[in-house]
């Protein structure tokens, strides 16, 4: 096993802080990610994840703070830090016109690994993404879907310690990006360190030990998904959908119905610890939604309650 700091913490992050002239990309957030960890930082675009990711990855400096990345500096011990990391991009930087054995052979070259230990990792990896009756084909025929668990299996040839996962899966459709989940989930049982960034409310939720919400550069909330949701949302939503053009005039019959109401473009949704009481009193007092759903609450009401916007900007 490789040097770790006496707390087996595998990123330490105080104060730290990114800026491109004026503006402040990140600022001062603190945050730690424990061994065997899956850690996330949910945010819109804009918010400063990526950037963080970046500092984690030592392909960018820090401006100001203190970063810690396997109890070492980045700034001094990028090449260490990088030689034990895996990164998946946000966008799939694969040789296109090489068959899929190749990217990975290639991959593997770049970490200096004798060829017959990239041979049988090549092996291990390409049933690991369930590609096996692909391995010769070129990646431009691939699905969507397929390129991504090709894009993880390739960081996973230096057998890193950690893997930094920005936006995984990304413009996915919802069976492969389960699939994807569960090959994460496998690194996880296996105790590699995820950091994940994410739009997802349900992926954060599904992958995520911990995370914490970014808006504007900083942290805004920290904590286990669970905790998260009991903390900052009551227990149960209501969601209402009105006829075009009822929404506005039914808002005023909604006062003090609910711990907090919340109007989006195509729904209003009341957030109370009794749905069913609530939906009942929605009917009581004169008004006719197209629909009623009763849901429990999740990440996105907690997204909404501390940002005030929709995820996707």
């Known amino acids: 096993m490789n040097d770790m700091p006496a707390n087996d913490s595998m990123v330490e992050a105080r104060s730290l802080t990114k800026r491109f002239g004026e503006f402040v990309a990140v600022d001062a957030v603190d945050f730690t990610v424990a061994r065997g960890e899956a850690f996330g930082f949910l945010g819109p675009n804009g918010a400063g994840k990526s950037s963080t990711m970046k500092m984690i990855g030592a392909v960018s400096p820090v401006t100001s703070g203190e970063l810690r990345v396997f109890g070492r500096d980045p700034a001094a011990d990028g090449a260490t830090i990088r030689a034990r990391l895996g990164v998946v991009p946000q966008e799939n930087n694969l040789d296109t016109e090489l068959p899929v054995e190749e990217n990975l052979y290639i991959y593997g070259r770049y970490f200096d690994l004798p060829r017959p230990v990239i041979q049988e990792r090549i092996k291990e990896l390409i049933e690991f993404a369930q590609l096996s009756d692909r391995a010769g084909a070129k990646v431009d025929s691939l ?15 230096n057998e890193p310690d950690m893997i930094l996962l920005d936006e995984p899966t990304t413009g996915l459709d919802p069976q492969a990006r389960h699939l994807l989940w569960d090959r994460l989930y496998r690194l996880k049982q296996q105790g590699v360190t995820l950091i994940i960034t994410t739009h997802y409310m349900d992926e954060a ?3 995520c030990d911990r995370l914490v919400v970014m808006d504007q550069g900083r942290i805004v909330a920290e904590g286990s998904p669970r905790d998260l949701i009991a ?54 007092r004169g008004l006719l939604p197209e629909s009623i759903v009763v849901r429990r609450s999740t990440l996105e009401d907690v997204f909404l309650r501390l940002t005030g916007r929709t995820l996707v900007e």
Do not use: N, W
């Open 143 to 157: 699905s969507g879907g397929m390129q991504r668990r090709l894009t993880i299996a390739r960081s996973l040839i």
């Open 205 to 207: 939720e599904q992958l």
């Open 231 to 284: 903390k900052y949302s009551p227990r149960e939503v209501v969601e209402l959908r009105f006829p075009v053009g009822e929404q506005e005039q039914a808002l005023a019959q909604l006062d003090g119905l609910a711990q907090r109401v919340e109007e989006l473009p195509d729904r209003v949704l009341l957030y109370t610890d009794d749905g069913d009481h609530t939906a009942v009193e929605v009917h009581a």
